[in-house]
C-alpha cells in the first residue's frame, strides 16, 4: 500500500521543529504557507500552492510563495522532484534516507525507504577514490493500478473494433 510511506512525511510539527532547529524564523506568512503544504498528499507544483493560496490567502504574494518554497527546500522540508516530462514538482518531505517510485499517469509516488543502490554506489566510489558520496536516484513508471486501467481500456476499444468487423460477434 502506498500508505506506508506517505506515513512518514514530516507532519507540522516537523517541520516547524527543521525550521526552529535551523534558526528560522516562522513568521506568519511561512506559517500559512507551510500548512498549506500538509493539504497535498501528493506532489505538487509552484502553480498548485499559489492557487490554493490565493483562495484562502490572496495577500501573499507569488515572490512570497516562492522564497517560501526555496527556503523550505534548503531546510530539507521539501523535496523536489525531477520528473521526465521535464517538470520539477515538490513533495513534503519525509525522514531518513530513503527514494521515490513515481508513477507518471496518477501521480503516485511511494518511498522506497532502503537503498538499493548503495552497494553498486559504494562500489563506484571507493574504486574512483571518492568519499562522503551522496545521491539521489528517482524511479519513473506506471503503478498496478494505472496499468490495469489502461490494459482495460484498451480490451474494450478492441472488443468495440471486433464487434464492428462482425466476424467475431458469434464468440459470446
Ligand atoms: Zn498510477
Ligand atoms: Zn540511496
Do not use: W
Not at 507551510?34 to 492557487?51: A, G, I
Not at 574512483?128 to 496499468?147: A, D, L, P, Q, T
Amino acid at each position: 500500500m502506498a500508505s506506508d510511506g506517505r506515513s512518514k512525511r514530516f507532519s507540522y510539527e516537523d517541520m516547524t521543529a527543521l525550521l526552529a532547529e535551523k534558526g528560522c524564523r516562522l513568521t506568519e506568512q511561512r506559517n500559512i504557507i507551510l500548512k498549506s503544504l500538509l493539504s497535498f498528499p501528493l506532489t505538487f507544483s509552484p502553480m498548485d500552492l499559489e492557487k490554493r493560496l490565493m483562495k484562502t490567502d490572496p495577500a501573499l504574494g507569488r515572490a512570497t510563495i516562492f522564497r517560501a518554497i526555496d527556503l523550505f527546500l534548503e531546510m530539507g522540508i521539501l523535496e523536489k522532484i525531477h520528473r521526465e516530462s521535464g517538470d520539477d514538482v515538490y513533495l513534503v518531505g519525509s525522514v531518513g534516507h530513503h527514494h521515490h517510485l513515481i508513477c507518471r499517469v496518477c501521480g503516485e509516488i511511494r518511498d522506497i525507504n532502503f537503498c538499493p543502490f548503495e552497494e553498486g554506489i559504494h562500489e563506484i566510489m571507493r574504486k574512483e577514490g571518492y568519499s562522503e558520496g551522496y545521491h539521489r536516484i528517482e524511479i519513473e513508471g506506471i503503478c498496478g493500478v494505472c496499468k490495469k486501467v489502461s490494459e482495460k481500456t484498451q480490451d474494450e476499444a478492441e472488443g468495440g473494433l471486433r464487434s464492428h468487423g462482425g466476424k467475431v460477434r458469434q464468440l459470446h
